[in-house]
């Protein structure tokens, strides 16, 4: 299993969990955040590891600051975006070495996998729903799904 280890987790992933799953309302979990968020940041921590200074004191708050600056000009901000793309910079060198692969494997399949256990979970209740005002969201009426 160890080979296994880095595959679909990072740290950042804690803190998303608690938004998705304990502020769904937020819109800083809604999923053009969430996913968007993420791949943002994943892209330009991993830019700015491969390109940027090689001094971590500069490039880890190069990495967060940039991140969250895309965020805002593309409206996705995921405050655990900052730190996926801090790990990006700090990772381990099982990350390090991933590259660009770092955006597929282990961030957008672990938002891939966080986000349909969160639409289940969210809507198995009427008093739940996610993502709010979404298709997404009339699909799982329509199916009866999250029934009223």
């Known amino acids: 299993m160890p080979e296994l280890e880095s595959i679909f987790l990072i740290g950042s992933f804690r803190a998303s969990s608690v938004l998705i799953f304990g502020a769904i309302q937020s819109p800083l979990v809604q999923p ?9 940041s994943a892209l330009i921590g991993v830019t700015i590891f491969k390109f940027g200074p090689n001094i971590i004191w500069t490039a880890a708050p190069l990495a967060v600051a940039t991140s969250i600056i895309a965020m805002q000009i593309t409206k996705t901000l995921h405050p655990p975006g900052g730190a996926t793309a801090l790990i990006a910079v700090i990772g381990t060198e099982k990350i390090k070495v991933l590259g660009y692969f ?5 961030v957008l399949t672990g938002c891939l996998i966080l986000f349909i256990i969160a639409l289940i979970f969210n809507n198995v209740t009427k008093h739940r729903k996610y993502p709010t005002n979404s298709g997404l969201t009339r699909v799982f009426k329509s199916k009866g799904l999250n029934k009223k």
């Open 102 to 106: 770092y955006i597929i494997s282990p």
């Open 32 to 40: 053009r955040n969430f996913i968007g968020g993420q791949l943002i």
